[in-house]
C-alpha cells in the first residue's frame, strides 16, 4: 500500500502552514542579496556581511527541510517544526532588547526620505511598530507550533523515502 503524500491529504491548517512557510522561505531567498549590507538580528546579535548570509541560508535549508518533512508526511516532522518554530521564537524574544537600535538604524537607512530633524514622531511610532510586528511573530510562531502538535497524528504514518507504508 502507498501512502498518500503531498497537498491533498494534508489537513488545511497545515497547508495554510506549509503555505505561509513556503513564501517566508522565498522572501529569504529574495533578500539574500542585500543581507551582507543590512545585516540580520540572531538571538539578539547583530550579523553583518557573510554571516548574515550563511545564517539565513542555514535557515533557508532548516525551513526547507521542514516543508519537505510537511509534504512527505515523515515522522518526526511535527516534532522538528515545533522545535524550529521554538527557535524562532526565542530568536524574536532575544531581539527585544535591541528594538530601539533597529528602529534608529531603520530610520537613519531612509535618509533620502526623512531629514534626520523632521523625524519627530515616526520614531516612537516605528518602536511601536516594531514592537507589534514582534508580538504578531511570536503568536504566529506559537499558534504554528500548537497546529503541529494537533495534527501529529497525521504524521504518524510510517513509510519509507519511497512512499512504501512500513509494517
Known amino acids: 500500500m502507498v501512502v498518500k503524500i503531498g497537498w491533498d491529504p494534508m489537513p488545511l491548517s497545515l497547508k495554510v502552514f506549509f503555505f505561509l512557510i513556503a513564501v517566508g522561505t522565498v522572501f529569504q531567498l529574495l533578500a539574500l542579496s542585500s543581507l551582507g549590507n543590512v545585516g540580520i538580528y540572531v538571538f539578539g546579535f547583530k550579523l ?3 554571516a548574515a548570509i550563511i545564517t539565513t541560508t542555514a535557515f533557508i535549508i532548516l525551513n526547507v527541510i521542514l516543508l519537505y518533512s510537511l509534504w512527505e508526511r515523515l515522522v518526526w516532522g511535527w516534532e522538528y517544526g515545533i522545535a524550529l518554530q521554538g527557535i524562532s521564537i526565542l530568536t524574536i524574544l532575544a531581539s527585544v532588547p535591541r528594538l530601539p537600535e533597529m528602529v534608529q538604524r531603520g530610520f537613519s537607512q531612509s535618509n533620502e526620505i526623512f531629514q534626520p530633524n ?4 515616526l520614531y516612537e511610532t516605528g518602536l511601536t511598530v516594531a514592537v507589534l510586528g514582534l508580538m ?7 499558534a504554528f ?3 503541529l502538535s494537533h495534527e501529529r497524528d497525521y504524521f504518524k ?3 519509507d523515502l519511497f512512499g512504501k507504508k512500513l509494517k
Open 48 to 50: 553583518m556581511g557573510t
Open 118 to 121: 523632521a523625524l519627530g514622531g
Open 136 to 142: 504578531f511573530a511570536v503568536l504566529l510562531n506559537a
Open 145 to 147: 507550533m500548537l497546529i
Open 157 to 159: 504514518v510510517k513509510k
